[in-house]
């Protein structure tokens, strides 16, 4: 018996790609070429990129009562030439059975006042002033009903309160204090945009 070594059959065509020299010079230097612009667009240390900045500050809050109010605004007072916007929400005082305020239009307005003051550029200070309970703010001789600056007639009543003239500059009354354009007409414009230069 005479055993025969199986060779594997060789292949009469040769399908593997070779790039002649040219050619792999050419595709390397696109590659490189596409590395090197990419990661200069987004990363390189010399490109300076222009942002918007909007500088949002906290709004300063601070509560009253109708005994405590007079010592708290004279302070509001002298402060408010310091802040951008000065603002005072006369509301009702909160029902302890539900830690809501007792008056409906309150709960409804609260929340968008909140959202559209905060989102106010620079230093905003906010007084919140608390008429009492129901039968006390019912009293027509409530001292703020009667009061010759702020003349409540509802709550929730948002006023915009002028530091250079140190009185009310502009006002919305409690079947308007929970519309948001009318909220935000109140309010100063935004104009502190910082326009600044930062290295990415």
Not at 6 to 26: E, I, T
Not at 94 to 111: F, G, I, N, Q, Y
Not at 159 to 182: F, G, M, P, T, Y
Request: overall charge positive; proline content about 8%.
């Amino acid at each position: 018996m005479v055993l025969k070594t199986l060779r594997p059959k060789q292949l009469k065509h040769d399908y593997s790609f070779r790039l002649s020299p040219p050619l792999l010079v050419a595709s390397l230097s696109a590659s490189l070429f596409l590395i090197v612009y990419y990661s200069s667009s987004f990363s390189h240390p010399l490109q300076e990129k222009e942002t918007l900045v909007v500088k949002r500050m906290p709004m300063k809050v601070v509560d009253s009562t109708v005994s405590t109010f007079d010592s708290i605004f004279e302070k509001f007072k002298l402060d408010s030439p310091n802040n951008r916007a000065n603002f005072i929400l006369f509301l009702a005082d909160k029902d302890p059975s539900t830690s809501l305020s007792w008056c409906p239009d309150c709960v409804r307005a609260e929340p968008d006042i909140y959202k559209k003051l905060e989102a106010t550029d620079g230093d905003v200070a906010l007084l919140r002033a608390y008429v009492g309970d129901r039968p006390t703010w019912r009293n027509p001789q409530h001292p703020w009903r009667v009061d010759s600056i702020f003349k409540l007639t509802g709550v929730p009543t948002l006023i915009l309160w002028d530091s250079k003239n140190q009185a009310v500059a502009a006002r919305l009354e409690d079947h308007e204090a929970h519309i948001e354009h009318k909220i935000d007409a109140l309010s100063p414009p935004n104009k502190t945009l910082l326009l600044s230069t930062t290295r990415i």
